[in-house]
């Protein structure tokens, strides 16, 4: 297995940016995909964002094309999400997730996830 870290969640306004980071245990982080979603309040986990192994990869929800980025440096177990031009609708509880080798598009397809950081935009 692989534990998982969210951070750097906060309270922004809108138009603002926010960069989350995920640190992940263990020596074998380079054999996971990853990936990001969120979950608002009453509302489905949703797919935000997705990497592949070597970070060579990379998929989006329409939602956060152009504004967001996601990354993984497999020297230092870590995966991070840079969020630009943040709305209010990008509201929501943000977790990461971790799946051995494939990387997937849906919530049922990770096996490990973190705990999840909240973001907060204002209007």
């Known amino acids: 297995q692989v534990q998982l870290v969210e951070s750097g969640g906060g309270l922004v306004q809108a138009g603002d940016s926010l960069r989350l980071s995920c640190a992940a245990s263990g020596r074998t982080f380079r054999n996971y995909a990853m990936g990001w979603f969120r979950q608002a309040p009453g509302k489905e986990r949703e797919f935000v964002a997705a990497?592949?192994?070597?970070?060579?990869?990379?998929h989006y929800a329409d939602s956060v094309k152009g504004r967001f980025t996601i990354s993984r440096d497999n020297a230092k177990n870590t995966m991070s999400l840079q969020m630009n031009s943040l709305k209010p609708e990008d509201t929501a509880v943000y977790y990461c997730?971790?799946?051995?080798?494939?990387?997937?598009?849906?919530?049922?397809?990770?096996?490990?996830w973190g705990q999840g950081t909240q973001v907060t935009v204002s209007s």
């Open positions: 990497i592949s192994r070597s970070g060579g990869n990379t």
């Open positions: 997730a971790a799946n051995y080798i494939v990387m997937e598009f849906t919530a049922a397809g990770y096996a490990y």
